[in-house]
């Protein structure tokens, strides 16, 4: 909901809509009943009922449907269309279709979730569920929102070939964190300075810094890898640290993130089995205000991504976070990759699963300094002016009309 539902809701905002987002916090019970007002939006986390099999999801879904038509809302925007938002749209939609009205039903689609069925712990239940609430949700909604062009392909294809109703919307940037990076370094209270340098520049300097000192790195030339580390074959970042290794032994990566079902570990026992330990700093889960100094700490951020459904289909924050805080970037060329990167101009891509040439573009871009600052300085302009999320909202508008 925070990299997508709520930047977009700001933006209508912006735009002068009135937007109450309604959120099902089965996940996070602490939350429930509480509400508040971020950047214009109602934030509402509607109450649970008791955990009783079955009835604990008809009562949630029944809540959120009353609380939505409560709102005497023009549109309701559902975000995913499985799960609660897919049984809210499954009672939204049946109410309409007895009472009548021109309440619009629009449901966003980020991923493809019958391709997440195959590697996700879900029930055999819950995996027939979540592909039904797909299909049919799809196929019902008003219009789709979808987050990447290969979801428009699939729900043009589930929609029997109609187009007019399915609207590319990417996930979107905040033009001021694209404006100036050093902004973001002093709120993450990593750089302390009496006479800052230019925001054109800053991002490279902060090199020297805690990070460094941290994790041991002194001078030499750092690489970061971003990630949950689910999206590739483990086998391949093995190859690439021995690949970079042969050809600049001083290079040291910086691997930040958390798997999530300990594939971080699995990675460094593969690393270590392989010998190439002492080139490898694990950094694991970091809070979000930290991430900026880690951003600048490196001359190079790698983005590997394997050629899957799942990686085609879906919209990654964390490449964009990267190109927001002007971090050059190698990227395997799949996917969403391709729409948020201009080879060559504002990052590079490598043919998808290619780890020698990915390889080859880091340790070439790691030897060209005045390439790095072009490609970082080039990412963020390309991201506030084809990806501000008040751009974005005039496509939501389109859906809702």
Request: charged share 20%; glycine share 6%.
């Amino acid at each position: 909901m925070s990299s997508r539902a709520l930047p977009l809701a700001q933006a209508l905002v912006k735009r002068g809509h009135c937007v109450t987002m309604l959120i099902p916090p089965w996940d996070d019970p602490q939350r429930a009943g509480q509400s508040w007002v971020e950047g214009g939006v109602q934030v509402v986390n509607v109450s649970l009922p008791p955990r009783l099999p079955l009835l604990f999801h008809i009562w949630l879904t029944r809540t959120l449907v009353a609380r939505a038509l409560t709102l005497q809302p023009d549109v309701v925007h559902l975000f995913k269309p499985k799960a609660y938002a897919g049984l809210a749209h499954l009672g939204l939609w049946a109410l309409r279709r007895r009472r009548g009205g021109s309440l619009r039903l629009v449901v966003d689609a980020d991923d493809w979730e019958q391709a997440w069925n195959e590697i996700a712990s879900y029930s055999a239940v819950q995996k027939k569920l979540f592909a039904w609430q797909e299909r049919w949700g799809l196929r019902q909604a008003d219009a789709v929102t979808v987050a990447s062009r290969a979801l428009e392909k699939l729900v043009v294809a589930q929609r029997g070939g109609e187009t007019a109703r399915v609207f590319y919307l990417p996930n979107g940037c905040d033009p001021k964190t694209t404006a100036d990076p050093f902004d973001r370094l002093r709120a993450g209270r990593r750089l302390q300075t009496a006479n800052p340098p230019s925001p054109s520049i800053v991002y490279r300097l902060p090199s020297t810094g805690i990070v460094r000192e941290k994790w041991q790195l002194g001078n030499a030339p750092t690489i970061l890898l971003y990630s949950r580390f689910w999206e590739f074959r483990l086998e391949r970042i093995v190859a690439l640290v021995r690949a970079v290794a042969a050809q600049l032994p001083q290079a040291r990566w910086l691997m930040v993130g958390q798997g999530l079902a300990g594939e971080d570990k699995a990675l460094a026992g593969q690393l270590a089995e392989a010998g190439l330990m002492e080139y490898v700093r694990f950094t694991g889960w970091l809070p979000l205000d930290e991430a900026p100094a880690y951003f600048a700490t490196a001359q190079v951020a790698v983005y590997p991504y394997d050629d899957t459904l799942i990686n085609r289909t879906k919209c990654s924050v964390k490449l964009i976070s990267l190109l927001e805080a002007g971090v050059p970037v190698v990227a395997d060329a799949v996917g969403q990759n391709v729409e948020y990167i201009q080879n060559g101009v504002s990052g590079l891509l490598t043919p998808a699963e290619d780890d020698e040439a990915m390889a080859a573009a880091v340790v070439a871009l790691l030897q060209n300094h005045e390439q790095q600052q072009a490609l970082g300085q080039a990412a963020r302009r390309y991201l506030a002016e084809k990806f501000d999320w008040t751009y974005l909202a005039q496509i939501a508008e389109r859906a809702y009309g």
